[in-house]
């Protein structure tokens, strides 16, 4: 029992293991998963190894990387223009996208969309985002999705517009060397209403002769309308008895789009199963649609950085976690602090009644 007041060194000693407890509290975060980060992983590094082979692929065939505008030395960034040029391209855009984690995107969307092993996806790739469309391949092969994939082969600027190595030479090369276990079924010319408008004779020639090399099926259309319906048509003559779970549009292609700005992401269809395109037509079906042509809103809504140099590492960032305080730490350190309070108080108070009663 104490005679005098409480001594200063004990108050002095409390604050100092108070503020001890904050820092702590404050310094150790424990770091929490997010929901499918295994897949995330996965896919991210397939996506990785397929740039990879890519690039090794773009050098083996003479073709040159320019440092300037692909400061990372990706290969995935093609020309300013070209023959098969159909408009104009962003190439911070084109940039962002040659990030591998792009991949745990297209994965968290895929499983917003309660996308399942073993189910049928169509997709619609245009030659204006090479690295988006593998990263997209690369969450559908981790995820044993089975896509049903046509191509516009013709592409905005800095995309997979070299007149000798287009979106479907890429896509055949890590198929035949078994990176990919899939790969386009069809494609088509591309550019306005996807039957080669705005494309010079000699772009429109190097675009069928891409498809011919690549020994797929060309769609021939003769306005926009006709080419939506004979893509429609092949969906699901190919998906037979089979349900499609989900169409996925990348990029700006004519068919998809129909000339409507569509929103980025999961597309409701109250609001858009009038749309004209590929995409209301098959929200009309009851099929979730993913569309993904602003690669703005895409970094925005998932805090990915735009055209970084150098590329970020795989399973860094908010998509694979986050770093959150303790719950445990902290409730220990409150229960501690608290008896230390208590004791004290207490031996305070007696001290009080002690002293009212000799009084």
């Not at 397929?50 to 995935?76: A, R, V």
């Not at 911070?92 to 399942?116: M, R, W």
Request: charged share 20%; hydrophobic share 40%; net charge positive.
């Amino acid at each position: 029992m104490r005679s005098g007041k409480l001594p200063n060194y004990i108050l002095i000693s409390v604050t100092i293991i108070s503020l001890i407890f904050i820092f702590l509290t404050l310094y150790y975060k424990t770091k929490h998963y997010a929901p499918y980060y295994q897949e995330k992983i996965e896919s991210a590094r397939l996506t990785k190894a397929l740039f990879e082979k890519i690039k090794q692929e773009k050098l083996k065939k003479g073709l040159i990387i320019d440092p300037i505008n692909d400061p990372n030395q990706t290969g995935l960034i093609g020309l300013e223009h070209s023959p098969i040029t159909s408009e104009p391209g962003d190439l911070n855009a084109k940039l962002t996208t040659t990030n591998p984690n792009i991949s745990a995107v297209i994965i968290e969307l895929f499983k917003k969309c309660h996308l399942n092993d073993g189910e049928v996806v169509a997709v619609s790739f245009s030659g204006s985002f090479p690295a988006l469309n593998l990263a997209v391949l690369s969450a559908i092969q981790t995820l044993n999705l089975k896509p049903i994939i046509i191509t516009s082969v013709s592409s905005s600027m800095w995309g997979a517009n070299i007149p000798e190595f287009t979106y479907l030479d890429m896509e055949k090369f890590l198929f035949q060397n078994g990176l990919l276990k899939f790969r386009s079924v069809a494609a088509s010319l591309g550019g306005i209403d996807d039957i080669g408008r705005g494309l010079s004779p000699e772009g429109r020639k190097i675009l069928e002769t891409a498809i011919e090399r690549n020994e797929i099926m060309e769609l021939k259309s003769k306005d926009l309308e006709e080419a939506i319906e004979k893509r429609f048509r092949l969906y699901y003559e190919i998906a037979g008895e089979e349900k499609i779970s989900c169409f996925i549009n990348i990029g700006g292609g004519a068919t998809a789009l129909a000339g409507y700005e569509l929103p980025t992401g999961i597309l409701d269809p109250l609001k858009y199963s009038f749309h004209q395109g590929l995409a209301g037509r098959f929200l009309k079906n009851g099929v979730k649609v993913i569309n993904i042509n602003n690669i703005g809103t895409l970094t925005r809504r998932y805090e990915l950085p735009i055209a970084p140099i150098p590329l970020p590492e795989i399973g860094e960032g908010k998509l694979y976690y986050e770093k959150r305080y303790s719950v445990i730490l902290s409730t220990i350190f409150f229960v501690i602090l608290s008896l230390i309070i208590f004791v004290v108080l207490r031996i305070d108070i007696d001290y009080y009644i002690r002293r009212h009663k000799n009084d």
